[in-house]
């Protein structure tokens, strides 16, 4: 069974505190691994999608990058705008995306 | 373009009760997928479906629940009899053929 843990549950940071989140799975035939940002009350929001080790993406502060085992997601400086419930999500042969149960991420002006 | 569309957005069910939850997926896509997020849990994987095919219910609970994608019209997943520990909030994601999915707002189901 595809296993999904985001690390950690929560993180506070100041705002310009730059931090990463990690995402460490364990799937059978990797199809693809998926970065969602989820605010309350809301769906979750496409980031990013990594195929392949050593593979990386930007997007304005946010950076992930990908290895055999695990996924992080670097925020550089970030703003208040960036609190949010950030998700990962591994594809498997079947299609469907397994998901980490979150980092909610809290930044403080 | 316009994103995918879940209605309602709000739902709330006496227990017993049916609960309709449709879905448009975005323009173009053929590929839909549920999922439901239970309080304090996380995303979990329902059912599958292209247009007029269940391609995978492995996630859907073997009674009352039933999910559709007519060849016209949205998806809709149909839970009977609704109990308690139906209320949560389900998520429709759909995408072209494979690939990254993209997800509506979800309806929040309240079964009292």
């Known amino acids: 069974e595809d296993q999904v843990t985001q690390s950690p549950e929560a993180l506070r940071l100041q705002e310009g505190e730059s931090s990463s989140l990690n995402c460490s799975y364990t799937?059978?035939?990797?199809?693809?691994l998926f970065w969602y940002r989820q605010d309350p009350g809301k769906g979750p929001e496409f980031l990013f999608t990594?195929?392949?080790a050593g593979e990386e993406k930007e997007k304005e502060r946010l950076k992930a990058t990908l290895t055999k085992k695990e996924s992080f997601l670097h925020i550089t400086a970030p703003k208040p705008e960036d609190s949010a419930t950030y998700l990962c999500?591994?594809?498997?042969?079947?299609?469907?995306?397994?998901f980490g149960a979150g980092t909610t991420v809290t930044v403080r002006a | 373009n316009a994103g995918v569309m879940q209605n309602p957005r709000h739902l709330v069910r006496r227990r017993g009760q049916e609960a309709r939850l449709r879905c448009s997926p975005m323009?173009?896509?053929?590929?839909v997928y549920w999922y439901r997020q239970l309080p304090e849990e996380g995303l979990k994987f329902m059912v599958y479906?292209?247009?007029?095919?269940?391609?995978?219910e492995s996630g859907m609970p073997k009674e009352r629940f039933s999910a559709e994608f007519p060849k016209e019209g949205p998806s809709i997943l149909r839970i009977q009899q609704v109990v308690r520990g139906d209320s949560a909030a389900y998520f429709c994601?759909?995408?072209?053929?494979?690939?990254?999915?993209?997800f509506g707002p979800g309806t929040r189901l309240l079964v009292l």
């Open positions: 994601a759909s995408s072209p053929r494979e690939g990254t999915q993209y």
């Open positions: 799937v059978s035939g990797l199809r693809g």
């Open positions: 990594l195929y392949s």
């Open positions: 999500a591994v594809q498997a042969e079947d299609y469907k995306l397994s």
């Open positions: 323009k173009g896509h053929s590929h």
């Open positions: 479906l292209q247009k007029e095919n269940i391609i995978d």
